[in-house]
């Protein structure tokens, strides 16, 4: 499966935002989809998992302004970001593995298959 992030952009603070995986060569239907998310000089971080088969979702910890859906008809998964702040600045990627690996939102080399990344810039 090859995935191709977007939706990134340029933002104030308190908005929200809504980042698109698009899937080609394969149906996501067979994989877990998750987010992450890198600012400069920090670790890639997870934030939200989706399968889009089942409608399953994962979210990380103290995540609760991001939430996650799947779209099979469209073979896409979306983040939303809501209340935006500064330090949501950050490229944001999407990573996908066999769905049946997936039961918990795990590090980041655990995912085979990556998007190029979509830069969010929040300003405040």
């Known amino acids: 499966v090859q995935l191709q992030a977007s939706g990134g952009g340029s933002v104030a603070a308190g908005g929200s935002l809504r980042l698109s995986c698009a899937g080609t060569?394969?149906?996501?239907?067979?994989?877990?989809v998750c987010w992450f998310r890198q600012a400069p000089g920090k670790e890639r971080e997870g934030l939200a998992c989706?399968?889009?088969?089942?409608?399953?979702t994962w979210l990380a910890d103290n995540k609760g302004r991001f939430d996650i859906s799947a779209d099979n008809a469209k073979n896409a998964v979306y983040l939303n970001i809501h209340s935006l702040k500064p330090e949501d600045s950050a490229v944001y990627y999407c990573?996908?593995?066999?769905?049946?690996?997936?039961?918990?939102?795990?590090?980041?080399?655990?995912?085979?298959?990556w998007g190029q990344g979509t830069q969010v810039t929040v300003s405040s």
């Open positions: 060569g394969s149906t996501l239907r067979n994989y877990a």
């Open positions: 989706a399968a889009g088969g089942s409608g399953s």
């Open positions: 990573a996908a593995k066999d769905l049946d690996l997936m039961d918990h939102i795990d590090g980041p080399q655990e995912y085979d298959y």
